[in-house]
């Protein structure tokens, strides 16, 4: 007759065997789904971005200020690129934070490079941000000579 602390037969788990809590709970999961799904999504993106920038009209040859201007005259492009931007950076920092994990020894030495990691990702993803949605191609003060072609003269 068996008890059900034996060692387990077959592969099988003994009735009485509970797992222990981690404190990390389920992010560790969840983070490594989001690399799955942001990576697939980035390939997309990336792709299309460079289809578009490279191929489509006058190539790479037409892929200068104006272009990128409007190009982000549009907000469909706007949110493209800033999803792009958004996606990038957590999928980039989503790794780096493992691999802190995997070879950081020391905790303190771990707690430093994460607080590094994200404070860069905060500064990159707010800069990045806010040059999208700032941007302007025409502004209010500048002399003709210094404006684009597009502008509408001042």
């Given at each position: 007759m068996s008890t059900p602390i034996e060692a387990p037969r077959a592969?099988?788990?003994?009735?009485?065997?509970?797992r222990s809590k981690s404190g990390k709970g389920n992010f560790e999961?969840?983070?490594w789904l989001f690399m799955r799904i942001s990576g697939a999504l980035l390939v997309v993106l990336?792709?299309?971005h460079l289809f578009v920038n490279l191929m489509?009209?006058?190539g790479?040859?037409?892929?200068?200020?104006g272009f990128v201007a409007g190009k982000w005259?549009?907000?469909?492009?706007?949110?493209?690129d800033l999803v792009m931007l958004w996606l990038a950076?957590?999928?980039g920092t989503n790794g780096v934070r493992t691999i802190i994990n995997?070879?950081?020894?020391?905790?303190?030495t771990r707690m430093w490079l994460k607080t590094v990691l994200y404070s860069a990702t905060v500064v990159i993803i707010v800069l990045g941000t806010l040059v999208i949605f700032t941007f302007d191609p025409c502004p209010a003060n500048a002399t003709l000579d210094q404006l684009p072609s597009f502008c509408p003269a001042p």
């Open positions: 592969g099988r788990i003994a009735p009485r065997y509970t999961m969840f983070a990336i792709f299309t489509v009209g006058d790479i040859h037409a892929v200068d200020f005259a549009s907000p469909l492009w706007q949110i493209w950076m957590l999928h995997d070879y950081a020894e020391k905790n303190s």
